[in-house]
């Protein structure tokens, strides 16, 4: 039962992780892309 509460808990914190690094490499794309 653990293994699944700390499998769920952990499902939001990498979504967050995925789209904070998608972002950021978007945002750096664009910078040197202007630069």
Partial sequence: DQGWQIFFSCIPVGV??????????KTAAAAIGLA
């Fill in 16 to 25: 967050v992780g995925f789209f904070s690094g998608w972002y950021q490499g």
